[in-house]
C-alpha cells in the first residue's frame, strides 16, 4: 500500500507499531519490521543508554528493514538523562525516531545533522501544528480511544485526524482505537497517511508479554479501560484492574501524588507483562481492546490489515459509489 | 450513493439529519428530504400532539420525498404524553420513525403494525442488539463526539462502529462526529450504512435558527463543548458557554438537581436558537463544531457530502491499492 508516509519513510504498509514502555522490545520490533510496518523500540524500557544500544544492535540482528525508536518525554518522579538516551539513539545509526510527550524541539538540531526522519505523536491540532513549524517529519495524532496518554481534550480521532489534516502539511499518522483494516481505511478517508497500533500489537505471538495478559485482552470489551491521573492533568488510559481502579478512588478523596504515585509505579507495570499478573501494576490498554479476538503472528496480523483494508475499499466502498 | 440503508428506507443518499430539539421543524426537515436525505422532524418540539400532526403536514406541503419523526424518551421533570404524541405520528401517516433514549420496545407494536419502520439511537453496542432485538429495523449508533446524550460510556465512533457492525444484522447509521464527505466515507469503511449529522445541519441556510448561532458554530473549535449533568449519569454534550460552565460548578458543587434543573432549563435553549443570545441557556453542539466553516444550503451540503466521499473513495483510497 502506498501513501505519503510509506514513500517518505521506505516502509512498505502505512502501519506503525506504536512505543510501548516495556513491551516495545527486540523481538516485537523486528518482527513488526519484517512484516513491512514500522516498530518502535521504547527507549526507556532499558534501564541505561548502553542498553539501549545493545537492544538496538539485537535489532538489526534480527532484520535488515528499517526500524524506530521511541522517544517519550513526560513529567517522571526522578530525573531520566533524556540527552544521554538521545546520543546513544543518534549513535545507533536508527533512521526514524518517534518522539511524543513534549514538543522534541531542543532535540531536533542533533536529530536533522544525523540525517533521522521524526514523527511526533501529540494529541492535539495546536501541538500538531508547532511541532510541524519545528520540522519534524511526521504527525501521530493521538485521539481520546488510545492507551496510555491521551492528553486532556478528550477529542476523538473521527474529529482530531480530519483537523490535523485541514492544518498539517506533512505525513499523518492516525492513532488510538485501531486494530484492523476498517480502521486503516476510514484513517485514510479522514485524512491520515497510515495507522499506529500498541494494544493490538500487544495481542500477538512475539509480544514479549506475559500469554495471560495477551488472553486478558482477547476477553475484553471496550468498556474495559479507565482513566487514572486525571486530576493530576496527566491522563493515562489503563487496563481497568484493581489498581486502576483503587487510583481513581485515590484521586476521587484527593489523596496527594506522593501517596498515588508507589500505587500506581510504573515499574509494576512491568511486572505485569512479566509474570501475567493482571494486578501487579496499571498498565496500557486502549479502546480498542474491544475489537481484538485472537493472537495471531506479526505476520499474520500486518497481511490481514492491508488485505482487509484493500477489500473494505475496493467492494464494500466501490459498491456504495459504483 | 447506494447501501443496505438507502436501499432499505428508500432514500436516495445516505444520511441523516437526526432529531434536534427546537432545530427539527418543517422548513428544515423538508428542506433536507428535498436534497434527498433524510430530515427527522422532533416530536416535542412542538408543544402539543395536535401542533405535531399539523408540522408533519406542513412539510408534506413542502415536499413528496419521505421524512421522518424523532421521538426521544428521556428523564424529564414533569411527564410527557408519550402514547398520544406516537398516536399522532402514527395518524399522520408518517412512513420512519426515529427513537432515541429508552429501548422504544412498549410503542414498537403499533408501530409495526402502521407499516412504519423504526430507526433507534442509541449509544452502546448492548443497547443496539437489544433494540435488534426489539425489531427496530435499523440501528443509529451514537459515539461520544455526539451533541445532546453521548450516554455514559464514552465510547467514541471509531470503536462503536465496528463494534456494532460486529454484533448487528440491520443497517447501521454512524452518529456523532461527522461533517462532511471524509466521514461519510470513513463511516462507512468502519461497518456503518450511512451517516447521522445534527450541528453541521444547524449551520445551513434553513436551519431555523438565529443567525448569530450559525456564526457561532463557524467560529468555534473541536473544544469548545462540555458535558453537563455527567453527575446525574444523564450526561450532556452543550456548547461552552457562560451557563453550561455554571452547570458544570454547580455540579462540582453537589447542588441538586432541583437546583441545577433551572438553570439549564431546556426551554431557554430554544430562546438561544430564537433570539440568537448564545448565553440564553443550555444548546447542544457536537465536537464536528471544528470541522464546520460555512452555511450552505441544505442542498448544497448534502451534495458537497457526496461528492467528497465519491472522491475519496475514487481518488484517495482508489491511489492506497492501485
Known amino acids: 500500500m502506498k501513501t505519503r508516509f510509506t514513500e517518505a519513510f521506505g516502509i512498505e504498509h502505512p502501519i506503525i507499531q506504536g512505543g510501548m514502555q516495556w513491551v516495545g522490545r527486540a523481538e516485537l520490533i523486528a518482527a513488526v519490521a519484517n512484516a513491512g510496518a514500522l516498530g518502535c523500540l521504547t527507549a526507556f524500557t532499558q534501564p541505561t543508554p548502553e542498553d539501549l544500544l545493545k537492544e538496538i544492535n539485537k535489532v538489526k540482528d534480527m532484520t535488515d528493514k528499517p526500524f524506530a525508536v521511541n522517544f517519550t518525554i513526560l513529567p517522571t518522579l526522578k530525573p531520566v538523562p533524556y540527552q544521554e538516551y538521545m546520543d546513544a539513539i543518534i549513535q ?23 540525517g533521522i526522519k521524526v514523527i511526533h505523536k501529540c494529541t492535539s491540532v495546536r501541538h500538531a501544528v508547532s ?16 492507551a496510555g496518554h491521551p492528553g486532556e481534550d478528550d477529542t476523538p480521532g473521527l474529529i482530531l485526524i480530519p483537523r490535523a489534516a485541514d492544518q498539517l502539511d506533512i505525513p499523518i499518522i492516525a492513532s488510538g482505537g485501531f486494530a484492523d483494516g ?6 485514510v478517508a479522514l485524512g491520515a497517511d497510515g ?50 481502579l483503587k487510583v ?19 515499574q509494576r507495570g512491568r511486572l505485569v507483562y512479566e509474570n501475567g499478573d493482571e494486578n501487579a501494576g496499571v498498565w496500557s490498554a486502549g479502546m480498542c ?14 497481511s490481514r490489515i492491508v488485505n482487509e483494508a484493500e477489500d473494505v475499499i475496493k467492494e464494500r466502498l466501490g459498491a456504495m459509489v459504483a
Chains 1, 2 share one sequence.
Open 195 to 244: 495507522i499506529n497500533m500498541g494494544t493490538r500489537f500487544m495481542a500477538t505471538k512475539e509480544a514479549p508479554i506475559h500469554q495471560s495478559i495477551k488472553e486478558k485482552i482477547l476477553g475484553a470489551n471496550e468498556l474495559q479501560t479507565s482513566l487514572i491521573f486525571r486530576t493530576l492533568r496527566n491522563t493515562s488510559r489503563m487496563f481497568t484492574n484493581e489498581v486502576s
Open 182 to 187: 476498517r480502521g486503516l481505511a476510514a484513517a
Open 131 to 146: 511541532a510541524q513549524k519545528a520540522g519534524v517529519d511526521a504527525i501521530s495524532i493521538d485521539g481520546f480511544e488510545c
Open 248 to 266: 481513581i478512588e485515590m484521586e476521587a478523596e484527593g489523596k496527594s501524588i506522593e501517596e498515588i504515585g508507589p500505587v500506581a509505579s510504573g
Open 289 to 302: 481492546i474491544g475489537l481484538i479476538d485472537d493472537i495471531p503472528s506479526v505476520d499474520e496480523l500486518v
Open 92 to 114: 545507533s545509526g536508527v533512521k526514524i525516531i518517534e518522539t511524543a510527550g513534549n514538543n522534541p524541539k531542543v532535540f531536533l538540531p542533533k536529530i536533522k545533522e544525523a
